[in-house]
């Protein structure tokens, strides 16, 4: 493997095209709209994927394709996978891209998610909530990230979003954490140790290792973790995001791809998510990713760039920047990594 495609521009697209230049690799990138990564990667096509040309050439051009962003239309996929493998592969991507088929995938294979409910449409939703109970989340089954396509629903009437959704049963936890997980093309598993994710609106606002849970609940998490993994007969880096709870581990919702709550693994690893992914496509072997430092990862967010000139000059503090243009609320502008031990 010399050329990976990637389907996707933004900031996960550009980190895994320094990562593949590290090793001597270059990227394509296919991206219909701004594409950050634009700046690092061999070479950019810009078109919509619907543009079957586009999608050729592209595919004709790499060795293997795979992606940041996991709601790539099937058509386009069928196509690009017709002349290239696609990694991690189609089904991790179909069962991740749908709230209802991922939930019911996890519990096919014995793991725990919120109790959950299919609502088609709004005259669904009453039985729903009958069944589920209050307080709950609506969420739309496809497309939604960082808390968008959310409504949760209390003790008043339910705000009805539109789109076909799950409703799912609102979990008590005392901690969010996440595990970073790597599958290689001959079947070996490597994690990353478990973060501490803090949210904030919705979005990410820190990830932090080590989480402070016992090693009973990481290691439980990381045995959820290789258990998707090699259900999916998954190839790359895949980001599994539980709930603590008395009761156990419960599997929010995984990310066929590498992961924000990952990013911490540049400052606190020798092989970081991204090389760990770009190794495992290009079937190459999985590196040594054990953790050597304690880290806080930080995402900034909108006005959070405001503060890019005090981090540059703050110790310890590895400063990434996705060169995105005008920061907008809500939108992940960057991230710092701070070693903290
Ligand atoms: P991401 O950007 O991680 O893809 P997303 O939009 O897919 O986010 P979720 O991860 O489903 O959204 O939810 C965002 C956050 O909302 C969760 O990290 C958690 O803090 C909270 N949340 C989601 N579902 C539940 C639930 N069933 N019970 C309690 N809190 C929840
Ligand atoms: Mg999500
Ligand atoms: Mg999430």
């Given at each position: 493997v010399r050329t990976i495609g990637i389907l996707g521009g933004g900031q996960l697209g550009r980190m895994l095209s320094v990562a593949a230049s590290r090793l001597g690799l270059r990227c394509h990138i296919y991206e219909p709209g701004a594409a950050p990564a634009g700046d690092v990667a061999w070479r950019v096509t810009t078109a919509?994927?619907?543009?079957?040309?586009?999608?050729?050439?592209?595919?004709?051009?790499?060795?293997?394709?795979?992606?940041?962003?996991?709601?790539?239309?099937?058509?386009?996929?069928?196509?690009?996978?017709?002349?290239?493998?696609?990694r991690p592969n189609r089904r991790a991507l179909a069962v991740s891209q749908d709230r209802l088929t991922e939930?019911?995938?996890l519990n096919g294979i014995?793991?725990?998610?919120?109790?959950f409910a299919d609502v088609l449409t709004e005259a669904d939703l009453d039985t729903a909530i009958a069944a589920i109970g209050r307080p709950s989340?609506?969420?739309?089954?496809?497309?939604?990230?960082?808390?968008?396509?959310?409504?949760?629903?209390?003790?008043?009437?339910?705000?009805?979003?539109?789109?076909?959704?799950?409703?799912?049963?609102?979990?008590?936890?005392?901690?969010e954490i996440s595990?970073?997980?790597?599958?290689?093309?001959?079947?070996?598993?490597?994690?990353?140790?478990?973060?501490?994710?803090?949210?904030?609106?919705?979005?990410?606002?820190?990830?932090?290792?080590?989480?402070?849970?016992?090693g009973s609940v990481t290691t439980d998490a990381v045995l959820i973790?290789?258990?998707?993994?090699?259900?999916?007969?998954?190839?790359?880096?895949?980001?599994?995001e539980l709930f603590v709870t008395p009761q156990g581990l419960i599997v929010n919702e995984i990310a066929p791809r590498v992961h924000n709550s990952g990013h911490w693994t540049q400052a606190g690893c020798a092989v970081d998510q991204f090389e760990q992914h770009?190794?495992?496509?290009?079937?190459?072997?999985?590196?040594?990713?054990?953790?050597?430092?304690?880290?806080?990862?930080?995402?900034?967010?909108?006005?959070?760039?405001?503060?890019?000139?005090?981090?540059?000059?703050?110790?310890?503090?590895?400063?990434?920047?996705?060169?995105?243009g005008a920061p907008r609320p809500g939108r992940k502008m960057g991230h710092v990594n701070r070693i903290t031990g």
């Open positions: 919509p994927y619907e543009d079957a040309n586009a999608l050729r050439a592209f595919a004709e051009s790499v060795d293997v394709i795979t992606y940041e962003f996991e709601n790539v239309p099937t058509s386009a996929l069928d196509l690009l996978e017709s002349i290239r493998p696609i939930k019911t995938f014995g793991l725990a998610t919120a109790p989340i609506l969420k739309t089954r496809r497309m939604g990230y960082d808390g968008k396509g959310q409504v949760r629903i209390g003790a008043g009437p339910a705000e009805w979003t539109g789109a076909p959704s799950v409703l799912e049963g609102f979990v008590d936890f005392s901690a595990v970073i997980i790597a599958r290689g093309a001959d079947g070996q598993v490597a994690a990353f140790d478990p973060g501490l994710n803090v949210h904030e609106g919705g979005i990410l606002r820190t990830t932090t290792v080590p989480c402070g849970l016992p973790a290789a258990r998707i993994a090699n259900g999916l007969d998954y190839i790359g880096v895949m980001g599994v770009i190794r495992a496509v290009a079937g190459l072997p999985l590196g040594d990713g054990k953790r050597y430092a304690d880290v806080v990862m930080e995402n900034l967010i909108g006005d959070d760039l405001d503060r890019v000139p005090d981090l540059l000059q703050t110790p310890n503090t590895q400063v990434h920047l996705y060169g995105k």
